[in-house]
Antibody, heavy 119, light 107 residues
Framework: QVQLQQSGTELVKPASSVKISCKASGYTFTSNYMHWIRQQPGNGLEWIGWIYPGNGNTKYNQKFDGKATLTADKSSSTAYMQLSSLTSEDSAVYFC????????????WGQGTLVTVSS | DVQMTQSPSYLAASPGESVSISCKASKSINTYLAWYQEKPGKTNKLLIYSGSTLQSGTPSRFSGSGSGTDFTLTIRSLEPEDFAVYYCQQHNEYPFTFGSGTKLEIK
Protein backbone atom coordinates (compact mmCIF):
# COMPACT_ATOMS: atom_id res chain seq x y z
CA GLN A 1 0.00 0.00 0.00
CA VAL A 2 1.10 3.56 -0.62
CA GLN A 3 2.84 5.17 2.33
CA LEU A 4 4.44 8.58 2.70
CA GLN A 5 6.58 8.75 5.82
CA GLN A 6 7.81 12.19 6.77
CA SER A 7 10.72 13.21 8.96
CA GLY A 8 10.24 14.44 12.49
CA THR A 9 9.64 17.75 14.19
CA GLU A 10 12.20 20.50 13.60
CA LEU A 11 13.05 23.41 15.88
CA VAL A 12 15.20 25.84 13.96
CA LYS A 13 16.54 29.35 14.39
CA PRO A 14 15.50 32.39 12.38
CA ALA A 15 17.52 33.00 9.21
CA SER A 16 18.57 29.35 9.04
CA SER A 17 17.45 26.60 6.67
CA VAL A 18 15.80 23.24 7.19
CA LYS A 19 15.40 20.18 4.98
CA ILE A 20 12.51 17.83 5.57
CA SER A 21 11.95 14.48 3.94
CA CYS A 22 9.15 12.28 2.69
CA LYS A 23 9.98 8.63 2.10
CA ALA A 24 7.64 6.95 -0.35
CA SER A 25 6.76 3.29 -0.63
CA GLY A 26 4.18 1.09 -2.28
CA TYR A 27 4.30 2.64 -5.74
CA THR A 28 6.70 3.69 -8.50
CA PHE A 29 8.32 6.77 -7.01
CA THR A 30 9.80 8.04 -10.27
CA SER A 31 6.50 8.06 -12.17
CA ASN A 32 4.39 10.11 -9.80
CA TYR A 33 4.34 13.78 -8.89
CA MET A 34 5.07 14.56 -5.26
CA HIS A 35 3.35 17.65 -3.91
CA TRP A 36 4.11 19.69 -0.83
CA ILE A 37 1.54 21.62 1.20
CA ARG A 38 1.81 23.99 4.15
CA GLN A 39 -0.54 24.48 7.07
CA GLN A 40 0.23 27.42 9.32
CA PRO A 41 -1.12 27.38 12.91
CA GLY A 42 -4.85 27.98 12.85
CA ASN A 43 -4.80 28.49 9.12
CA GLY A 44 -5.84 26.51 6.13
CA LEU A 45 -3.75 24.68 3.59
CA GLU A 46 -1.45 26.19 0.96
CA TRP A 47 -0.02 24.34 -1.99
CA ILE A 48 3.74 24.86 -2.28
CA GLY A 49 4.58 22.94 -5.45
CA TRP A 50 5.46 19.60 -6.94
CA ILE A 51 8.43 17.62 -8.10
CA TYR A 52 8.46 14.84 -10.67
CA PRO A 53 11.19 12.51 -9.38
CA GLY A 54 11.66 10.80 -12.73
CA ASN A 55 13.35 13.85 -14.24
CA GLY A 56 13.58 16.31 -11.38
CA ASN A 57 11.16 18.78 -12.93
CA THR A 58 9.53 21.11 -10.46
CA LYS A 59 6.69 23.59 -10.34
CA TYR A 60 6.23 26.09 -7.54
CA ASN A 61 3.52 28.30 -6.21
CA GLN A 62 4.98 31.74 -6.95
CA LYS A 63 4.45 32.60 -3.28
CA PHE A 64 7.12 30.05 -2.35
CA ASP A 65 9.67 30.89 -5.04
CA GLY A 66 12.98 31.38 -3.30
CA LYS A 67 11.61 29.95 -0.05
CA ALA A 68 11.15 26.29 -0.90
CA THR A 69 13.39 24.02 -2.96
CA LEU A 70 12.12 20.58 -3.92
CA THR A 71 14.45 17.69 -4.68
CA ALA A 72 14.18 13.92 -4.89
CA ASP A 73 16.50 10.96 -4.44
CA LYS A 74 15.47 8.13 -6.73
CA SER A 75 17.76 5.63 -5.03
CA SER A 76 15.93 5.94 -1.72
CA SER A 77 12.49 6.96 -3.05
CA THR A 78 12.63 10.05 -0.88
CA ALA A 79 11.44 13.54 -1.67
CA TYR A 80 12.89 16.54 0.11
CA MET A 81 11.88 20.12 0.69
CA GLN A 82 14.40 22.68 1.84
CA LEU A 83 13.10 25.89 3.36
CA SER A 84 15.53 28.78 3.53
CA SER A 85 15.85 32.16 5.29
CA LEU A 86 13.40 31.01 7.90
CA THR A 87 11.23 33.44 9.84
CA SER A 88 8.45 32.90 12.34
CA GLU A 89 6.03 33.01 9.41
CA ASP A 90 7.48 29.70 8.23
CA SER A 91 6.43 27.94 11.42
CA ALA A 92 3.90 25.43 10.16
CA VAL A 93 3.13 21.82 9.50
CA TYR A 94 4.35 20.70 6.10
CA PHE A 95 2.83 17.79 4.24
CA CYS A 96 3.87 15.74 1.26
CA UNK A 97 1.03 14.32 -0.80
CA UNK A 98 0.39 12.53 -4.06
CA UNK A 99 -2.49 11.89 -6.37
CA UNK A 100 -3.68 8.39 -7.15
CA UNK A 101 -4.57 9.55 -10.63
CA UNK A 102 -3.54 12.88 -12.11
CA UNK A 103 -6.19 15.54 -11.65
CA UNK A 104 -8.22 13.67 -9.04
CA UNK A 105 -7.07 15.22 -5.78
CA UNK A 106 -4.49 14.10 -3.25
CA UNK A 107 -5.35 10.54 -2.32
CA UNK A 108 -2.26 10.00 -0.17
CA TRP A 109 -0.78 12.27 2.46
CA GLY A 110 2.18 12.12 4.76
CA GLN A 111 1.59 12.60 8.46
CA GLY A 112 3.07 16.09 8.40
CA THR A 113 6.28 17.62 9.72
CA LEU A 114 6.07 20.42 12.26
CA VAL A 115 8.66 23.13 11.74
CA THR A 116 8.98 25.70 14.50
CA VAL A 117 11.16 28.74 13.90
CA SER A 118 12.29 30.29 17.15
CA SER A 119 15.41 31.78 18.64
CA ASP B 1 -4.92 32.80 -7.93
CA VAL B 2 -8.34 31.20 -7.55
CA GLN B 3 -9.80 32.12 -4.18
CA MET B 4 -11.86 29.41 -2.51
CA THR B 5 -14.45 30.70 -0.07
CA GLN B 6 -15.72 27.97 2.22
CA SER B 7 -18.67 28.33 4.58
CA PRO B 8 -19.57 28.00 7.32
CA SER B 9 -16.28 27.95 9.16
CA TYR B 10 -17.96 26.22 12.08
CA LEU B 11 -20.93 23.88 12.19
CA ALA B 12 -22.51 22.05 15.11
CA ALA B 13 -24.82 19.11 14.47
CA SER B 14 -26.06 15.92 16.12
CA PRO B 15 -25.49 12.36 14.96
CA GLY B 16 -28.18 11.38 12.50
CA GLU B 17 -28.60 14.89 11.14
CA SER B 18 -27.58 16.04 7.68
CA VAL B 19 -25.27 18.96 6.98
CA SER B 20 -24.00 20.85 3.96
CA ILE B 21 -20.79 22.78 3.44
CA SER B 22 -20.40 25.33 0.68
CA CYS B 23 -17.32 26.13 -1.35
CA LYS B 24 -17.28 28.98 -3.85
CA ALA B 25 -14.49 29.64 -6.34
CA SER B 26 -13.57 33.14 -7.51
CA LYS B 27 -13.67 31.92 -11.12
CA SER B 28 -14.84 28.82 -12.90
CA ILE B 29 -12.94 25.67 -12.03
CA ASN B 30 -15.13 23.39 -14.12
CA THR B 31 -15.59 20.35 -11.84
CA TYR B 32 -12.00 20.19 -10.61
CA LEU B 33 -12.85 20.29 -6.94
CA ALA B 34 -11.85 17.91 -4.19
CA TRP B 35 -13.05 17.56 -0.60
CA TYR B 36 -10.87 16.37 2.27
CA GLN B 37 -11.42 15.34 5.86
CA GLU B 38 -8.88 16.21 8.56
CA LYS B 39 -8.86 14.38 11.90
CA PRO B 40 -6.32 14.49 14.72
CA GLY B 41 -3.78 11.71 14.56
CA LYS B 42 -4.79 10.64 11.06
CA THR B 43 -3.54 11.59 7.65
CA ASN B 44 -5.82 13.80 5.59
CA LYS B 45 -8.42 11.82 3.69
CA LEU B 46 -9.61 12.50 0.17
CA LEU B 47 -13.39 12.11 0.16
CA ILE B 48 -14.52 13.38 -3.22
CA TYR B 49 -12.84 14.50 -6.43
CA SER B 50 -14.08 16.02 -9.66
CA GLY B 51 -16.81 17.72 -7.68
CA SER B 52 -18.99 14.66 -7.15
CA THR B 53 -17.02 11.43 -7.55
CA LEU B 54 -16.58 9.48 -4.35
CA GLN B 55 -13.04 8.32 -3.68
CA SER B 56 -12.82 4.58 -3.12
CA GLY B 57 -13.70 3.87 0.50
CA THR B 58 -15.74 7.03 1.07
CA PRO B 59 -19.09 6.13 2.64
CA SER B 60 -22.14 6.77 0.49
CA ARG B 61 -23.58 9.20 3.05
CA PHE B 62 -21.10 11.71 1.64
CA SER B 63 -22.00 13.44 -1.59
CA GLY B 64 -20.65 16.31 -3.61
CA SER B 65 -22.32 18.52 -6.15
CA GLY B 66 -21.68 21.60 -8.22
CA SER B 67 -19.69 22.89 -11.15
CA GLY B 68 -18.21 26.15 -12.28
CA THR B 69 -17.93 28.26 -9.14
CA ASP B 70 -20.38 26.78 -6.63
CA PHE B 71 -19.92 23.47 -4.88
CA THR B 72 -21.46 21.67 -1.94
CA LEU B 73 -20.44 18.79 0.29
CA THR B 74 -23.39 17.07 1.95
CA ILE B 75 -23.16 14.51 4.71
CA ARG B 76 -26.41 12.66 5.35
CA SER B 77 -27.17 10.95 8.64
CA LEU B 78 -24.00 11.96 10.48
CA GLU B 79 -22.00 9.27 12.18
CA PRO B 80 -19.79 9.96 15.22
CA GLU B 81 -16.65 9.52 13.11
CA ASP B 82 -17.72 12.32 10.74
CA PHE B 83 -16.99 15.08 13.24
CA ALA B 84 -13.83 16.58 11.82
CA VAL B 85 -12.53 19.49 9.74
CA TYR B 86 -13.38 19.57 6.04
CA TYR B 87 -11.53 21.39 3.27
CA CYS B 88 -12.26 21.98 -0.37
CA GLN B 89 -9.51 22.34 -2.95
CA GLN B 90 -9.48 23.36 -6.58
CA HIS B 91 -7.18 21.48 -8.91
CA ASN B 92 -8.17 23.18 -12.13
CA GLU B 93 -5.23 25.53 -12.34
CA TYR B 94 -1.97 26.38 -10.62
CA PRO B 95 -1.48 27.29 -7.91
CA PHE B 96 -3.87 24.79 -6.40
CA THR B 97 -5.81 26.50 -3.63
CA PHE B 98 -7.81 25.36 -0.64
CA GLY B 99 -10.78 26.65 1.25
CA SER B 100 -10.24 27.82 4.81
CA GLY B 101 -11.93 24.79 6.32
CA THR B 102 -15.13 23.92 8.15
CA LYS B 103 -15.00 22.47 11.64
CA LEU B 104 -17.91 20.11 12.20
CA GLU B 105 -18.55 19.52 15.87
CA ILE B 106 -21.03 17.48 17.83
CA LYS B 107 -23.93 19.53 19.20
Amino acid sequence: QVQLQQSGTELVKPASSVKISCKASGYTFTSNYMHWIRQQPGNGLEWIGWIYPGNGNTKYNQKFDGKATLTADKSSSTAYMQLSSLTSEDSAVYFCAKEKFRGRGFAYWGQGTLVTVSS
Amino acid sequence: DVQMTQSPSYLAASPGESVSISCKASKSINTYLAWYQEKPGKTNKLLIYSGSTLQSGTPSRFSGSGSGTDFTLTIRSLEPEDFAVYYCQQHNEYPFTFGSGTKLEIK
